[in-house]
């Protein structure tokens, strides 16, 4: 299957029709991390994540299993799962 997000110079991209529900997506696009899901009503959702030390934490990690690490880290570090 084809990743849902692509980060082009011009922009993101984003195919819905390929995600998966309640399933985190994400890219690094201008130095920002953004990520996506898309919810039981299948509505897109969409964060952008500017810390830099986030940023290149994930810009320098080899694998998706450290880079989901790192995000819920973040997740549940700032409280955003309420």
């Not at 997506?25 to 986030?54: A, G």
């Not at 810009?59 to 549940?76: A, G, P, R, V, Y």
């Amino acid at each position: 299957m084809d990743y849902p997000i692509i980060a082009e110079a011009e922009g993101i991209k984003i195919k819905p029709e390929l995600m998966d529900i309640e399933k985190l997506y994400y890219c690094i696009f201008q130095d920002k991390v953004m990520l996506f899901f898309k919810d039981q009503n299948e509505l897109l959702n969409c964060y952008e994540i500017e810390e830099k030390e986030i940023v290149e934490t994930i810009k320098t990690s080899s694998s998706t299993e450290d880079i989901e690490n790192i995000l819920q880290k973040f997740i549940d570090k700032e409280n955003l799962n309420h």
